[in-house]
């Protein structure tokens, strides 16, 4: 299997890295809407894989699987029984059940996921070697009802909140409707320092946009035309989907790195980046989530000024 291969058709086992991958109903539409398939999905996988492996790896994996497309029923798989002697396993205790994880290590293993139909890649925060120890969090900003140009500020004030904390900060699109703000850190804060950190942080950005951001998460007790400040995907065996991933979203759109420039400027939105175009734009501008992989920020002297911060925000930041 090769970059050159434009469509993938019918059934064919094809060799990947090494080994034998079987590949089935490659002809079957996931996207009605563009007529893409489920071939044209492993395609992208395969051509994307050199850059999201880095953020699969060694990680395990929650499948979310369309066997039947983008509008058929859908199902969340965490336990894998049976799988094939290149796709490593992990059995992990989740909330008082062992469950046997497929762990993002090879390509292989993402175009296999691929062939189950498992169009997104969900990996946790943190890895089987450190697995109570992510080496990031993240702010999920989930709009109902606002602008594009509501989330974008929404997404610069979390940044700004981070700035004023010294901590560095890196925005994708979510490929669904909102964007994601990364925080990667050394891996040596647990998930309930990390949790109560986030937590302290989506407070302030609550208090900056009280008139948009929200920190409500029920749909029902929500007001309307507000963007949820998800702090609460940064628990142990939570997720967001991986950069580059590809959503189950009208276009077949992927969740994208952004450049704060972008955000600031608000030009682009999540419909621009597809499984068609994704590729070229990597070629133009590279991996920006890269430092994501590199960045290990201490938190230590974060969490000190973030007592101050939490106090009157407005005030202590105009002044930092």
């Known amino acids: 299997m090769n970059s050159k291969i434009k469509k993938l058709s019918g059934d064919v086992a094809v ?13 079957k539409v996931y996207w009605p ?12 996988y395969f051509e994307v894989a050199k850059y999201i492996l880095p953020y699969l790896k060694d990680r395990p994996l929650i499948m979310k699987r369309y066997p039947n497309g983008i509008n058929a029923p859908s199902f969340h798989q965490h336990d894998v029984n049976e799988a ?12 008082g059940h062992t469950v046997d994880y497929i762990i993002g290590d090879n390509l292989p293993t993402l175009i296999y996921m691929a062939n189950l139909g498992a169009i ?18 993240v702010f999920d900003l989930d709009p109902q009802g606002v602008s594009w140009e509501e989330i974008c500020e929404v997404a610069l004030s979390c940044k700004g909140i981070l700035d004023s904390l010294e901590l560095d900060s890196y925005a994708k699109t979510s490929g669904s409707r909102g964007i994601h703000v990364y925080v990667p850190i050394k891996p040596r804060y647990s998930y309930q320092q990390i949790a109560d950190f986030a937590l302290r942080v989506a407070k302030l950005v609550e208090q900056e946009n009280p008139d948009v951001a929200t920190l409500e998460r029920s749909l029902k ?10 702090h609460m995907q940064n628990a142990r065996g939570k997720s ?17 790195p952004l450049e704060w420039s972008e955000v600031k400027r608000k030009k682009v939105t999540i419909s621009d980046f597809t499984i068609k175009n994704m590729l070229e734009r990597l070629k133009r501008k590279g991996d920006l989530f890269r430092e994501v992989l590199t960045n290990r920020q201490s938190l230590d ?17 105009a002044g930092a």
């Open 221 to 230: 007790k929500r007001k309307k035309a507000r963007i949820y400040v998800d």
């Open 301 to 317: 002297r974060a969490m000190i000024k973030l007592e101050g911060l939490s106090d009157k925000p407005e005030a202590k930041r």
């Open 84 to 95: 094939p002697a290149y796709v490593r396993t992990e059995t992990l205790e989740v909330e």
């Open 15 to 27: 060799k990947v890295g090494g080994h034998v991958v079987s590949l089935t109903n490659l002809d």
């Open 120 to 137: 997104e890649r969900h990996p946790w925060h943190s890895r089987v070697r450190n697995l109570d120890r992510p080496d990031w969090f």
């Open 240 to 256: 967001v989907v991986a950069p580059y991933s590809v959503r189950p979203k009208q276009g077949a759109t992927v969740s994208a």
């Open 33 to 44: 809407g563009e007529g893409y398939t489920k071939g044209d999905l492993i395609q992208y």
